[in-house]
């Protein structure tokens, strides 16, 4: 396999896994929120919380992000859900996020902000739409 090959034929497709991956471990964090699977410790919040809403874009926003539907829009939208999350709910508990459990939220805030940029890659709506 040569260098070619790698950027053209690999890196889309490594770029779709990496997009359905972080969109199902997404999605958990919200059905832990809206459906209580898997068990949340803290308990569900309320609807029509702001916890609540967090919880609704984190199953939609996942599922749209998992088929790669509107995939840039989509990200930029749960990248700055994630900063809001982070400043919001972690950074407060310390400044470390290690401690503050807030780890998840950076890394997905810069995997979605990537994605903005990136793009789905392979296997997507969105590639798809674009072929015809």
């Known amino acids: ?3 070619t ?12 896994l990496l997009r359905i991956v972080a969109a199902i471990l997404f999605m958990e964090h919200g059905t832990q929120k809206l459906f209580g699977v898997p068990t ?5 919040p309320e609807a029509f ?13 996942g599922f749209l992000l998992l088929i790669g539907l509107f995939t840039r829009p989509v990200a930029f939208i749960l990248s700055g859900q994630m900063a809001v999350a982070y400043w919001m709910a972690h950074a407060p508990q310390s400044v470390y996020p290690a401690l503050n459990g807030g780890d ?13 940029a990136a793009g789905p890659g392979a296997f997507s709506l969105d590639g798809a739409r674009a072929a015809k």
């Open 40 to 44: 949340p410790a803290h308990g569900m």
């Open 1 to 3: 396999m040569d260098r």
């Open 104 to 116: 998840a939220a950076i890394l997905f805030c810069f995997l979605f902000l990537y994605l903005v």
């Open 5 to 16: 090959e790698l950027e053209t034929v690999w890196a889309p497709r490594l770029l779709g």
């Open 49 to 61: 919380t702001l916890f609540w809403f967090a919880g609704v874009l984190e199953v939609f926003g």
